[in-house]
């Protein structure tokens, strides 16, 4: 088996156990068994769907719009990924954070391989996770007693600790938290994601957008920038 195939598997299990919490959580939030595994199906996206069931309660127009928001960056990722693969209309389902970062590679080849075995790897891995977690959820009467109501909150934490190495995005993240939290009594649930994002966004273009995003940068040998050189680490289905 090819190192870039065996990583890809690797991705895909680390990834299918974040699926877990998401089904269970998803169903704790009052969607079915079956609107979960559709979410992951359809949506396929991992921290637009945490933000989406997270917020859900809160109304439809915060959590469309917030999950909107974070999958907004797969569509930057499509336009660098665009030339190199074919089959667009199947490959653009599959343009999530793991599968842009294993395609940063030094061959054409290498580069269509790494896409393709992450891509599918973690949607195989993650849809059946889904399912287990959707059911095993359902069969719980209190999740929250779990800390099931907590997986949102530490996906997110887990697909931001790895950028956070630096002081420039330290301090733009602890304007972003307190923008949140200052907002949080005047806006309506799910409103104060927005508003960090935005300062978060506006603050990052103001300093010229620099270390936003590695993509498209050499990849030094066959095994880097694979599943530990991967920023998004677990969340970013």
Known sequence: MRPIVRDALGVGVAVGALGLSFGALAVSSGLSPAQACALSLLMFTGASQFAFVGLIGGGAAAAVATALALGGRNALYGLRLAPHLGHRGLAAHLVIDESAAMAVRDTPADTRLGFWSTGLAVFGFWN???LIGALAGNAISDPSAFGLDAAAPAAFLALLAPRLQGREP??????AVVAALVAVPLVPAGGPVMVAAAVAMVVALARGGEGAGGFGRP???EGAGTCGGSPAGLGGA
């Not at 330290?170 to 304007?175: E, G, T």
């Open 219 to 221: 990849v030094a040998g």
């Open 170 to 175: 330290q301090a733009i993240a602890a304007l």
């Open 128 to 130: 059946l996770a889904t």
